[in-house]
């Protein structure tokens, strides 16, 4: 049985679902592509983007320094990254909750700001990065092996206690493959770390306040708490622990997330205006604040639904 669902750009009949076989149907269009979604599971997919091959944008340096050149001390990315970083810190922190440091493949490693923090919680770090420019930057800056591909690092061996690859799967056209695939580089037992958006977060349909849900090309794969699980599940992973970040979006877009009392008390002194990362109240503020990350961290079932980024910690199961 086909679904008959016309489509403003042209995938029809709508495929079946990647993660449970079920029906999908239109739901929403966005830049111009259809994204469907799955009547059983949940489970949403830009079709049309997702041929195209997303993947192949990020072989483009022009990706990361967007307009800068590649000798530029610091692209868009290192920017971005030092207000990620908090973040991906604990995330390190939670691995070690899972695995002892041994070896970890980074995938996706940009530059290998997440592969510098590892090595110095005592990982032999290696890297995948389909970017020449930032393979490059990565090789010089660390001295390690760095990829163009899964299969190149399978080629190389394999064999890794930890594979991390955090906001990578949005961006994968058949995330359970890309899985597959990469459970065949871990070691019996190894852990897979993992985030991507929570589409089902509020503000993830109006893109507020920072738009990183529905960004096809960029972004064709679309997943909730539920899915997430069901796609690592689907590629032979056992799910070990699940968590979310509140007001992620919000940190990539300036804003700085206070706890409740502290902002209640700030409202007359600013008159309603937002508090700017750079202004002077705000600096001091941020350097009283920075690492208290556990204001945006979820673990209860609620508060994941909620986040708008969602990690899961899995374990790769023979
Ligand atoms: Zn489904």
Request: charged share 25%; glycine share 8%; aromatic share 8%.
């Amino acid at each position: 049985m086909t679904t008959e669902t016309a489509y403003p750009n042209e995938i029809s009949p709508a495929p079946r679902c990647l993660l449970c076989g079920g029906a999908t149907a239109f739901a929403l269009e966005r830049r111009g592509f259809a994204i469907v979604r799955c009547a059983s599971c949940g489970f949403a997919c830009a079709p049309a983007a997702g041929a195209a091959d997303a993947a192949r944008l990020y072989a483009e340096d022009e990706f990361f320094f967007a307009g800068r050149p590649e000798t530029a001390q610091r692209s868009w990315y290192d920017v971005l990254w030092t207000r990620k970083r908090p973040f991906y810190l604990a995330r390190l922190d939670r691995i070690a909750g899972f695995a002892r440091p041994a070896r970890v493949l980074d995938i996706g490693c940009a530059g290998g700001y997440l592969m510098r923090a590892a090595r110095e919680r005592g990982w032999s770090v290696e890297g995948v990065e389909p970017s020449p420019a930032m393979r490059e930057r990565t090789r010089a800056a660390l001295g390690c092996p760095v990829y163009e591909s899964v299969e190149q690092a399978r080629a190389a061996g394999g064999n890794f206690d930890c594979v991390m690859m955090f906001e990578v799967i949005e961006h994968l056209a058949d995330p359970v493959a890309a899985l597959r695939a990469i459970r065949d580089l871990l070691a019996p037992n190894g852990v897979l770390a993992l985030s991507t958006p929570n589409c089902d977060a509020p503000g993830a349909i109006d893109g507020k306040p920072l738009d990183i849900w529905f960004v096809p090309p960029i972004h064709v794969s679309f997943f909730n708490p539920a899915t997430l699980v069901r796609c690592v599940e689907r590629a032979g992973f056992a799910a070990i622990a699940s968590a979310g970040i509140e007001g992620f979006a919000g940190v990539l877009a300036g804003e700085i997330r206070l706890p409740r009392w502290l902002r209640a008390a700030l409202k007359p002194l600013r008159r309603g205006k937002r508090l700017l990362p750079h202004g002077a109240i705000g600096k001091l503020i941020e350097r009283r604040y920075a690492g208290r990350i556990d204001l945006h961290q979820r673990r209860d079932p609620a508060g994941i639904a909620r986040a708008d980024v969602l990690e899961l910690y899995a374990r790769r199961v023979d």
